[in-house]
């Protein structure tokens, strides 16, 4: 089992910026892939950003340019980050991590983002 624990979110004006972290613990051997995704209200959710275990990144093109993510693996634990800067009001939604180890896929609970205009 993995655990996802996501922090970081929250209130910011347009342009602002804020960062996302995720914690993946638990049986973190194998997490191969791990992603941001993102659902506004009445949307489906989609994918923001995403890092292989050997590092490589992919971005929708909406957030290109503004996001980064980026991936630290510790001994007992695994975090990914999401940097989000030049904010916009189309970037609130709801932030949630997702960890794939195999074929499996675990997600976090969510993490809030609203940016004013």
């Known amino acids: 089992q993995v655990q996802l624990v996501e922090s970081g979110g929250g209130l910011v004006q347009a342009g602002g910026s804020l960062r996302l972290s995720c914690v993946a613990s638990?049986?973190?051997?194998?997490?191969?892939?791990m992603a941001w995704y993102r659902q506004a209200p009445g949307k489906q959710r989609e994918l923001v950003a995403s890092v292989t275990g050997g590092g490589v990144t992919n971005y929708a093109d909406s957030v290109k340019g503004r996001f980064t993510i980026s991936r630290d693996n510790a001994k007992s634990s695994v975090t990914v980050y999401l940097q989000m800067s030049s904010l916009k009001p189309e970037d609130t939604a709801v932030y949630y991590c997702?960890?794939?180890?195999?074929?499996?896929?675990?997600w976090g609970q969510g993490t809030s983002v609203t940016v004013s205009s």
């Open positions: 638990g049986s973190i051997s194998s997490i191969n892939f």
């Open positions: 997702l960890a794939v180890k195999w074929t499996l896929n675990y």
